[in-house]
């Protein structure tokens, strides 16, 4: 079996009542709703990182942030028609947006042609019928925690 670890940031940006998230368009999580997030490119740090994948999967661009938690879990899956196990770590942010124009409106609903099938603003109520992956729910849990 093929092992691989990927490290990634990911954050959660909640506006008003609803929370933002991005359906998987690949990897283990295919088809799940995920934060927005992903993979650090060479020499970037978690922040300009997490500032461009947000960029990249929501159209929207955090003005604050800060670390939450860091979470780490273990997937199994098959890529390429061979068995893969993925320990996936991430680094996990609260996120904060503008509130300059309504960011329910102004996010990218369809998909970016890399990781997310489109963005999409839930409620708590909501999110709770949806497939999310672990660092997703785990974030939710915490938010639902606090409410």
Request: hydrophobic share 35%.
């Amino acid at each position: 079996m093929n092992t691989h670890t990927h490290v990634g940031v990911y954050g959660l940006a909640v506006w008003e009542q609803f929370y933002l998230l991005i359906q998987k368009a690949r990897g283990p999580y295919y088809g799940k709703w995920d934060l927005p997030g992903g993979r650090m490119e060479f020499g970037e740090s978690p922040e300009t990182a997490l500032k461009r994948e947000f960029d990249e999967e929501t159209g929207i661009i955090p003005l604050q942030w800060s670390i939450r938690s860091s979470q780490s879990v273990v997937v199994n899956w098959e890529y390429r028609g061979e068995p893969e196990e993925v320990h996936h770590i991430g680094i996990l942010y609260d996120v904060i947006i503008g509130q300059n124009n309504n960011p329910l409106e102004q996010i990218k609903r369809n998909p970016d042609g890399e990781d997310s099938l489109g963005a999409a603003w839930f409620t708590l109520e909501q999110v709770k019928d949806l497939q999310l992956t672990p660092f997703a729910q785990y974030m939710m849990n915490l938010s639902q925690k606090e409410r």
